[in-house]
């Protein structure tokens, strides 16, 4: 029991550097310099402390939330398909969600509540027909039957995006979907995190409070049916959640990849590999990686960086360390 | 053994390789498919091309006579089909263009009754579809219509780029069109209507100082895709070109020259520019009005300088923004100059303006004009 | 058999995937006592896991039932199942470097509420069971370092730590060397005499004999069942498995060997 205690102290470490973090993040901006933005001009500025209440505050607590939920998810789906290599693209719930959004922007006028909507509804969809898909495969057991549908309809809502981009418009449409595919937060307001807290939070909840059950669920169906635990059931209770969420990000932000497959992985690294733990380690240092990406994303120049560029580079250079420095994470 | 495991997968990976390389063919001149000589043993007939022009993209390309079917493809066709259609010989030669969306048709519908028969080909055409057309020349603009070039090189069909992006390149791009038409008449008189403008505000902008001109934002705005975003255009396109030519100092520039395209600015750093003028493009689709009285009553833009002066305009328009490499550029030019110098444009007739552009280079009639096209420009949302 | 009610109660138990699928089990009726070790023997293919999947709970029999302690097996909840019944499966997954005594711990499950954490007499129920069987040591290392041998004894700890009245193994010693073997059924004796009922599949005769019971099945019928000596005859084992054997006795008890 001694041993366990460095690693529960590390969580607390990270819930240390995850509060500086986003005190940091507060004073980083462009205005009125570039980068550092001195204490003064909270006090002397009112177009400063404006900005920093009505622009700044949502966008952080946005990134700090949808970091969170992309890596909960992660989490989540690497434990319940025993696989450390899966995340919310195997599922068909990135795809359905930019599937989603390109139809409403070249076919449905594009307003904002008709593209998030939109993008929502179609990630849902995507795990719901993964879903269905799965039960009626007869190929291996439930894991491998899920990512095969999984993959299928990733595959379906791709071609059809694809489709969609053909036909658009290249000087409207395209440019719109395209960057909403790149993922930023540039646009978001109190509003936007108003709207998805109350789903992103239960669903958080949730799948916090089953985290050691997560432990079981990847194991056998048998074995988890021996321990009374129902894995169908738990699974679909915790896939929801997870999907439910994402949906919520990602309609918001577009698409952040790279988040859900690599921030499990380090925070496995850091505070082993019980559920217990490793889920709020993936939590806290997900929302520090998005955070601190999109700090970057909005200081860095005078134009955005899209969101998902950064996170896809900084993700992929992590990927390597990892890869280079010894075995990933751990599978046979 | 041991050598073949080796072996076999480096094998495959050179075969990727090379099988991936482009295929390079001569493309230089696709136009030299018609001259008889290509290296072959037969007694050559030498026939001297009747037209030759360096296209948008340096190539040479040589055509034996004047073209009597013209197709127009590429991602912006309507750039080209503007610019053609002020050329009598353009308007009567087309036979197709391409069509994505709802584009050309808008304009070009009113001024052409003709205009959608004119065959119109489906998205992004294979050279198939193109040559069904048998035209004998093919304008298109863009990286997209390169292989295209290359496909009805193969085919005889000759291809010539525009590019349209610079004041510079317009003026070249319209000669050429001349010089294919057998029209430079017409093209010069084009020309002459656009460089007089031009040489017109440069020479009234010229004694004022660098310091006294104007910092100037032009950013597009737009809903689509979600949000309302905030994008500034890039360091090379006609948008900074212009605001620079009218006498205003581009806030932007840093910004734009990172990209080739358009860059999403925050408030945060619209704030920290806090230029004298703001200059807003808005989508035809959108109401420019609310889109500024939106702006306007936002807590933070009221603190900007060019808002707290009254200096929120948004760019006109009318069917086709005035912003872009459409041969409109000239109206938002005099537009943009009139704005950011009143003081010394104070003579400038916006109206007047319009009138000409559209009786001199499209020769239509007063009729049409004011009761199609007028109503549908607004010159002075702020 | 003693005169007590049967902890386990097969009647004509048969058991097929869905109509049009062939029964995997045929007509299976077998009783077993409380306080035994029984083996399945047979040859791969001849229902042996099926027929643990289906006194787990896991499998519904599609004819025929079950009874466990005198119940039908259906009417207990899934939570009383698993106080009864613990599993030790024959491929345990583990994809991630849980350490042994997390591992261990997740048996505990039955006797957690949906989004209880495990409590400190969990863990030192888990850390005890670790010490029946000697894994002490390496409680703290990641299972999946550990040898086949170990790995085994976690799984039979976990399972351990479930309290569970009945033991089912599957192909336990399958991929064990004979050290191995003799410790995990060493274990299982052990078990057996504080009380448990063990059930366990193998295609090993030899490893079978230790057994109360040798039940005998061949493509999903039952050949033979009773005590080792009685079952493991060269006739039975030949028409079992379709070879010549040979049996011979040792302090009376069989030995089978094959013949080339």
Known sequence: ?332 | MRGARILSPLIVCVAVVLGSLPARTNAQTPGSALRADRGDKRVSVRTEPAIEVIDAAGRTVRLAKTPERIVVIGKGPHFILHLLYMFPEGRRRLVGTERRGKTASEFLDLIDLDFKKKAPLGVAPGPEAIAALHPDLVLGKGSSSERMSEALAGLGIPFVYLSLETPEEFFRDASNLGLILGNETRAAEILAFYRSRVGRLRSALSGIAAERKPHILLAMATDRGGKVSLQVPAASWMQTIQVRTAGGVPVWLDAGEKTAGWMIVNLEQIARWDADKVFIVVWHSNDPQKMLDGFKSDPQWKRLKAVRNGQLYAFPSDIFGWDSPDPRWILGLTWLAAHIHPDVFKGIDMSAEIRAFYTRLYSLDKTTIDGLLLPRIRVDVR | MTSARPMIALAGLSFSYGSGHPFVLQEISLEIAAGTVTALLGPNGSGKTTLLNIVLGWLVPSRGHIEILGNAEDIRSRKELSRLIGLVPQDEQMTFELSVAEYVLLGRAPYLALLEKPSEDDRCLALRALDSLGLSDVRERPITTLSGGERQLAVIARALVQEPQILLLDEPMSHLDIANTQRILKVLTELREKGKTIVFTTHDPNIAEVADMVVLLKKGRLQAAGAATATLTAENLGATYGVRVEVVTIDGRPVVLTRV
Not at chain 1, 182 to 188: A, N, V
Not at chain 1, 211 to 227: H, K, M, P, Y
Not at chain 1, 271 to 300: E, H, K, N, W
């Open chain 1, 1 to 332: 029991m001694s041993e366990r205690n460095p690693r529960s102290r590390r969580l607390w470490w990270l819930l240390g550097a995850v509060l500086l973090c986003l005190a940091g993040s507060v004073l980083l901006g462009r205005y009125p310099g570039p980068f550092l933005t001195p204490l003064s001009a909270l006090r002397d500025d009112r177009l400063a402390l404006d900005l920093i209440l009505n622009l700044r505050l949502p966008r952080i607590a946005a990134a700090f939330l949808f970091g969170m939920v992309l890596s909960a998810s992660g989490a989540v789906f690497q434990m319940i398909f025993r696989n450390p290599l899966v995340d919310s693209g195997f599922l068909g719930v990135s795809q359905g969600a930019a599937f989603g959004a390109s139809l409403a922007i070249v076919f449905g006028g594009g307003a904002a509540w008709a593209v998030q909507g939109s993008a929502a509804g179609f990630a849902v969809l995507g795990l719901a027909a993964s879903y269905t898909l799965a039960r009626r495969i007869r190929l291996g057991d439930w894991v491998l039957r899920l990512v095969l549908a999984g993959i299928a309809v990733s595959a379906l809502f791709s071609s059809a995006t694809g489709a969609i981009k053909y036909v658009a418009d290249p000087n409207r449409h395209l440019p719109d979907i395209t960057f909403w595919m790149l993922g930023g937060l540039w646009g978001i307001t109190w509003k936007d995190v108003v709207q998805v807290l109350p789903v992103i939070v239960p669903c958080l909840v949730i799948i916090y409070g089953l985290r050691w059950r997560l432990n079981i669920l990847s194991l056998r169906d048998e074995t988890a049916f021996s321990l009374g635990v129902a894995p169908g059931r738990e699974r679909l209770i915790l896939l929801i959640a997870a999907v439910a969420s994402t949906a919520a990000a990602v309609s918001k932000a577009g698409q952040v990849a790279w988040v859900g497959l690599i921030v499990p992985h380090i925070a496995r690294r850091i505070v082993g590999s019980d559920a217990q733990r490793a889920l709020p380690a993936s939590m806290l240092i997900g929302s520090v990686f998005v955070l601190l990406c999109d700090d970057l994303a909005r200081t860095a120049l005078s134009g955005e960086i899209p969101l998902g560029i950064l996170t896809s580079f900084f993700g992929t250079i992590l990927f390597l360390v990892l890869l280079l420095k010894r075995k990933l994470g751990s599978w046979r």
